[in-house]
Each structure stands twice: as structure tokens, then as C-alpha cells.
């Protein structure tokens, strides 16, 4: 076992964790009936005779939910199956009226694939089983005070496509970190909005145990997991609950749970069934799903470029490391930053034509916007809250900042001021403001630094003369006494030297 194996034991457990993922499909219609998805309706408004098994009806496919499920097989290297199969999963309960759910068992629309992200800086890679089409059900509301519960159908035939990796996941963290990675697969191709409070996104997790080495354990099924936070909180209490049964001398059932907020615990629901109770059998309301190979290219030539696609752009042709890609990458939202700040460039005014074809320029320029993007962009989105949060600094705004820091005519830390100023400043008042700004805030606010070389010297001779201890330290290689001298010509330049500058004069003034 290597090392970082025997690291992410849990008292000399192994953790396995494979998902199963509903992804609500982003169509208008319903998988099997022309009803509205829309969320939030007065119940029972938006379910048809298809949706309420009224005797008579039969199912339609959405071709739309079809587009959806080859758009996501392509988007992770999946086989997209000429033809597959719906299926009845036979169960009873009472937001379902026809006795059954129309699945995908056998033969699924999507095969094999997988999906990879980062823990870290460590590149993961999980494998997917399948994603299959699938109807929601309905619900059935509790809260009557008379003690009766009510049935809402508006739910019922919802599209799904329910995404199944192998049991590939080896610890909480690296299950929240796939369940990341595909939430921004699919809202990044646009088949899912994603919104995990409406339910759009829900992950089950089926968790187990091992001794390293020994075979698979029996997996208990965390359900309904809707935020990421709780995914975290639920897989580590399961897997300490696990361990302590097993060392305390009991076999682990296999179950069905659910996991409590309030309590932070998970709760077994029911034993759970195997695929034989379900009595999945082809269903005859509706034909073999057949897909022909020019649907499958049409779809491929309209998909928007993907995250892994670009990372590698970003990597080859603009010297990026992979993390670095994979932060710029973690959102639609910042890619497309990224790509006018740093490729597009629309801040014509302050870059020309030549620099932008000039590789020495734009490698560390596009890099410097990545650091811009993953550091304190980043930052100013998680203290701005989410999930509205938008860029409140225009890509051209963030281009003439980190222009003009690379040009030395800004201090990185005089950069940062400027940033934070424009950004807040954009919260304020609902807008951003123009790159322009940048260039009248460094005069107005004098944060240019200084580039007076004799001017410069001066201040460093003075340091010198002033600072004997510190200079006779540095000369008995004391690094810390260097640093020191910096720190004491910065303050008397009141920050506006160019530290690079500073610290070759000293050396060369010390040598
Ligand atoms: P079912 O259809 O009965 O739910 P599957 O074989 O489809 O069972 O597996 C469901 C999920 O459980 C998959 O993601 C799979 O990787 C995962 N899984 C299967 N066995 C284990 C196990 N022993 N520990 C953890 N996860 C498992
Ligand atoms: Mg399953």
C-alpha cells in the first residue's frame, strides 16, 4: 500500500463510496407527457393524464431528455447506446399512481465514462457505470394538521437522468469534490440547472468498510443528500458508525438511510430492496430508444467547448500549470472571464495587437489572471455569498490592473488595493466601473511606484547606514536580516518601491 493510501485510513479502514446522482433534466415538458416542469406550482397543477396513470394514457418520449443524456455521455467520454431500453421498476407507494417508474435496467442510454477532478493538487479519476433516463415520482405532503398527508403529482414524470459511478471514491472529501466536478458538468453543458435546494441535483451515497486488501463490504445507501456540506457531514458519521458496529462485533445490513441536520446523524429507512423486488421487466408502452450515429454528431458539434478541453488550451497554449487550469475552469462563469480578460483581451486601449500575439508577454499576462482569478476573485465571490453571486469587475477592468502591475508601474499590493476599491465599489453601486478607473485611481490615489533609481539609491544608502546589525547579520548569511533591509526601504518609500527592484539594488549594494 503506498503512503498516501495508509493516510486516508480511518482507524485502519478502508472507506468505498460509489454515487448515484439524479440530475433533473432541464426541458420544458415532462419525460413522458407534455405537462410543465416548472418548480413551486399549486400542487396537482401541472400533472396530466399521463402523469395521474389514468387508464387509457400512454407515454411519450421527450426528445429533449434524450438530447440531454447524449450531450452528457459525450461530456464525459461515454458510449451513447444506438438503441437502449425503458423498463418498469414495480414498487408501491402512494405519489406513485401507475405502480411503477419507467427506468432504464438493461440496456442504458449511456455506458461507461468517467469523470475527473482535483483533491488538492492531486488528480482523481472516477468511472461512471452508466446514466440512464428515468421519471420522477411525486410527493406526498405531510404537513395537513388534521394528520392527513396529501398527494402532489406535479413532480410525477420529471426527467432524470440518474448517473452511477463504480465504487471508486475513497473518503468524504474526494466524494464531495465528484459531486462538484459533475454538478459543473452538467450546468456547464446546460442539461441541468443544478440547483440542489430545489432538488434539481441529489446525490445518493453507498458507503462501506474494509480491512485494505479484503473484498468489498456491505454498502449502506445515504439518501436525498442536497448540499454539499451535508454530503460531507453524513458520509464521515456513516463511516464512524460502520466501524464502531464491525469492531464492536456486528455484520453491517445493508440499508437505506437518511441523514438528519439537526442531529448529524443517519438513520436506516428500510432494509433496502435488491433489483429482484423491483421485477424490472421491459416495458411495453415504449419502443427500443433508438439513436442514430448523425444525432449523436449533430449533438457533438453544438456542445459548448468543456471544462477539460479547455484546461488543456490553457495549459499548452497559454503556460498555465494544471491546477491552475482546473481553478480557472471550476466555473462557466469564470472560463469566460478568464477568456476575455486574458485571451479575448477587450481592454484594446492598454494591450496592442503585437503583445497579444506575443507569447513573452501573453504566457505570463494570461497566467497573472489566473492568480487574479483563483486568489482574490475567488475570495471577493465567497465573501460576496452565493449562489447570485456575479463579477462585480469587468474582465477589460481586471486586464488593465494586472497590465499594469506586470509593467512595474504598480506594486502588487497597490494592485489589490485598486482591486478590492473596484469591486466593492461595483457592489455598491450595481455596476461595474470602466478599466479607465484603474489608470485615474494610480494618479489620484499617487500609487505609482517608484521607478527614480537615484532617488532610490538614496533611500537604500540610508537604510544601509542606519541598519548596521542587520547588514553585519546578513553578511554571516543570515536571510531573515535581509528581508529586514527590505522591509525598512519599503516603509520609507511608503510601499511605492518595486521590491524586485529593492532587492537586487541592496544585494548589489551589499556584495
Ligand atoms: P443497486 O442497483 O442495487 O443500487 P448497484 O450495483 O447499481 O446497486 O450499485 C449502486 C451504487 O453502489 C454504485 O454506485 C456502486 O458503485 C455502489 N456500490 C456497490 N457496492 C458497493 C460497496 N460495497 N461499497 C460502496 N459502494 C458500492
Ligand atoms: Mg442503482
Not at 32 to 51: K, L, Y
Not at 108 to 118: A, D, I, L, R, Y
Not at 158 to 172: F, G, K, Q
Not at 321 to 334: D, F, H, W
Amino acid at each position: 500500500m503506498s503512503k498516501k493510501q495508509a493516510s486516508l485510513l480511518v482507524q485502519g479502514y478502508e472507506v468505498v463510496i460509489g454515487f448515484e446522482t439524479h440530475a433533473q433534466l432541464s426541458t420544458q415538458s415532462k419525460i413522458f407527457s407534455r405537462a410543465p416542469v416548472a418548480f413551486g406550482a399549486e400542487p396537482n397543477t401541472q400533472a396530466c393524464a399521463v402523469d395521474l396513470a389514468l387508464p387509457g394514457t400512454l407515454p411519450v418520449m421527450n426528445k429533449g431528455a434524450v438530447e440531454r443524456a447524449i450531450q452528457f455521455g459525450l461530456a464525459v467520454g461515454s458510449h451513447v447506446a444506438e438503441r437502449s431500453i425503458f423498463a418498469r421498476k414495480n414498487y408501491f407507494y402512494p405519489d406513485l399512481p401507475k405502480g411503477y417508474q419507467i427506468s432504464q435496467f438493461e440496456i442504458p442510454v449511456v455506458q461507461g465514462g468517467e469523470v475527473s477532478f482535483f483533491l488538492g493538487d492531486e488528480k482523481k479519476t472516477v468511472r461512471l457505470v452508466r446514466a440512464h433516463l428515468e421519471e420522477d415520482a411525486g410527493k406526498s405532503l405531510h404537513e395537513d394538521f388534521h394528520g392527513l398527508s396529501g398527494i402532489d403529482l406535479n413532480r410525477a414524470g420529471t426527467p432524470l437522468l440518474e448517473i452511477v459511478t463504480e465504487p471508486d471514491i475513497r473518503s468524504s472529501a474526494e466524494a464531495v469534490a465528484y459531486a462538484k466536478e459533475l454538478h459543473k458538468i452538467v450546468t456547464w453543458i446546460g442539461i441541468c440547472d443544478g440547483n440542489m435546494q430545489e432538488g434539481s441535483f441529489r446525490c445518493d451515497a453507498n458507503v462501506s468498510v474494509r480491512k485494505p486488501g479484503a473484498a468489498l463490504g456491505t454498502r449502506r445507501e445515504i439518501k436525498n443528500l442536497n448540499s454539499f456540506k451535508f454530503m460531507q457531514q453524513a458520509i464521515d458519521f456513516e463511516v464512524r458508525w460502520q466501524i464502531d458496529r464491525i469492531e464492536d462485533g456486528y455484520e453491517i445490513e445493508q440499508a437505506t438511510v437518511l441523514f438528519d441536520p439537526d442531529t448529524g446523524e443517519t438513520r436506516a429507512m428500510r432494509t433496502k430492496e435488491d433489483a429482484a423486488d423491483y421485477r424490472y421487466f421491459p416495458d411495453p408502452d415504449l419502443p427500443p430508444l433508438m439513436i442514430e450515429r448523425e444525432w449523436v454528431e449533430r449533438v457533438r458539434a453544438e456542445m459548448p467547448e468543456l471544462p477539460r478541453d479547455l484546461e488543456r488550451l490553457y495549459v499548452d497554449e497559454y503556460g498555465l500549470t494544471t491546477y491552475m487550469a482546473s481553478q480557472v475552469v471550476g466555473t462557466y462563469a469564470k472560463a469566460q472571464f478568464f477568456h476575455s480578460a486574458a485571451i479575448q483581451n477587450s481592454d484594446t486601449e492598454a494591450i496592442s495587437a503585437d503583445q497579444l500575439n506575443d507569447p513573452g508577454f501573453y504566457k505570463p499576462f494570461a497566467r497573472r489572471i489566473a492568480v487574479w482569478i483563483s486568489g482574490e476573485i475567488s475570495r471577493a465571490m465567497n465573501e460576496d455569498g452565493g449562489p447570485d453571486w456575479r463579477f462585480w469587475i469587468d474582465p477589460a477592468t481586471l486586464a488593465r490592473i494586472a497590465l499594469r502591475e506586470q509593467q512595474g508601474v504598480i506594486s502588487g499590493k497597490a494592485a489589490k488595493e485598486l482591486f478590492d476599491y473596484i469591486w466593492k465599489k461595483g457592489r455598491v453601486d450595481q455596476s461595474n466601473s470602466p478599466p479607465q478607473l484603474v489608470d485615474d485611481l494610480i494618479e489620484g490615489r499617487n500609487l505609482r511606484q517608484m521607478d527614480d533609481a537615484g532617488e532610490l539609491k538614496e533611500i537604500i544608502v540610508e537604510v544601509i547606514a542606519t541598519n548596521v546589525d542587520n547588514v553585519v547579520q546578513y553578511r554571516s548569511g543570515k536571510e531573515k536580516a535581509f528581508n529586514a533591509l527590505v522591509g525598512q526601504v519599503m516603509r520609507l518609500t511608503k510601499g511605492k518601491a518595486n521590491p524586485a527592484q529593492v532587492t537586487a539594488m541592496l544585494k548589489a549594494m551589499l556584495a
